[in-house]
């Protein structure tokens, strides 16, 4: 690896700004935001600190080169002018995958295929070799075309970045962890702040919320796929997981609370508080939401409401909109988040939204709408 690399960040539409601001914090160079993704500079620290530190972003990926290619030959030049020999070994396994959306190139079996035969080439010429075993450490090579301009990277990060490894799956749609954090971060918690979820599911957003105001760094107990390589430094990897760890706040007097119609869904957010580190910070009780009557001073409400798939869930979950406009009270110190693809949403909870912004919950195009006062 060289000390000068460019990186890719994935993320969910809608939070590009979140992941970039994270990143500069983290002391990431050159962040730039663009659509779906950050783009950054740095070393093998700078991996290490942005996997282990991002919250917002879905993985992180080494960028390897860009350039324009309108047909077969330009992307196999292009491939094999990149030096591969520098993140590959001569025993690494390198499958590669990816998308083409409004190119020439629109074939992505074929993409894929020109792309390995373009690295084996060029990896051929470097290790005077003909065939490479791919029995060592994972390199995932990815490639994104679009309107004809090819991305290729190599992913660093294995599982996806919201795999804290804390969730155990409930049967309920959990939200995804990197929307739940920027959900949280968007609705501005406060570090010695009253947090609460009244649909807590399996407690992601309490958890989240918790870690944020801990300054927990979400991927402390995981591992990622590039520590595993030899070209890693697994010095670099334990010193920025030890001096991240330092950072954590476990003394804050947040507290966050969260409520549900289901006794297991309450079981279960407190196992993965448990498991999070969080358990100090994190409560929960069986409540239904009709039942919200809360007396602190301050409060900020960020919630996934059902939202009801087919008829007869669609009428009760507009029962529940209405309920929650009558127990979310406009309240000084208090404000409302809440995610949903209803688009009569503030019609059925009864006030408009202070601000709304357009958020995808997997596939399901959504509004987070938020009540300030
Ligand atoms: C979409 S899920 C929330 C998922 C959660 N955000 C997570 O990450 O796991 C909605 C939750 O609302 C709960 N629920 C449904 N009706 C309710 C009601 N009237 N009051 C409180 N909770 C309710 C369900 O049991 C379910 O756990």
Not at 261 to 283: C, S
């Amino acid at each position: 690896m060289t000390d000068k690399m460019k990186f890719c960040a994935p993320c969910l539409m809608g939070v590009e700004g979140l992941a970039a601001n994270e990143l500069r914090e983290l002391g990431c160079e050159k962040v730039e935001a663009e659509n779906g993704r950050v783009l950054f500079e740095g070393n093998e620290e700078t991996l290490a600190i942005a996997n282990l530190g991002s919250r917002y972003a879905e993985r992180i990926l080494i960028l390897l080169g860009e350039f324009t290619a309108l047909s077969f030959e330009e992307l196999f030049e292009g491939v094999r002018a990149l030096p591969w020999e520098e993140y590959l070994s001569k025993e690494d396994t390198f499958p590669v995958s990816g998308s083409s959306l409004q190119s020439a190139l629109h074939s992505v079996p074929d993409c894929q295929a020109i792309i390995k035969k373009a690295v084996v080439k060029r990896l051929e010429g470097k290790y005077r070799l003909s065939w490479f075993p791919e029995t060592g450490p994972l390199h995932k090579i990815r490639f994104r075309i679009l309107k004809d301009k090819v991305s290729v990277m190599i992913d660093t990060s294995g599982q996806g970045l919201h795999k804290r490894g804390y969730r155990r799956n409930s049967a309920e749609a959990p939200i995804k962890e990197t929307l739940a954090a920027s959900m949280v971060k968007l609705s501005r918690v406060r570090s010695d702040g009253t947090f609460f979820d009244p649909f807590c599911g399996s407690g992601t957003l309490l958890i989240e919320a918790a870690m944020l105001a801990m300054n927990l760094k979400p991927g402390l107990c995981r591992s990622f796929e590039a520590e595993q390589w030899a070209q890693s430094d697994r010095a670099v990897w334990k010193d920025e997981r030890e001096r991240l760890r330092a950072l954590a706040r476990p003394e804050v007097s947040f507290q966050a609370t969260g409520y549900d119609i289901d006794p297991a869904a309450v079981e279960l957010t407190l196992e993965n508080a448990r498991k999070a580190g969080v358990i100090a910070h994190v409560g929960a009780r069986v409540r239904r939401v009709e039942e919200f009557a809360e007396s602190s001073p301050y409060g900020c409400v960020v919630c996934n409401p059902p939202y009801g798939e087919r008829l007869l869930d669609l009428r009760e979950s507009e029962e529940i909109y209405r309920a929650m406009g009558k127990v979310f009270v406009p309240k000084k110190g208090w404000s409302y988040s809440v995610i949903t693809p209803d688009e009569d949403f503030e019609k059925l909870f009864g006030r408009r939204a202070d601000k709304r912004r357009k958020l995808y919950n997997g596939m399901i195009k959504c509004q987070f709408y938020q009540f300030f006062k």
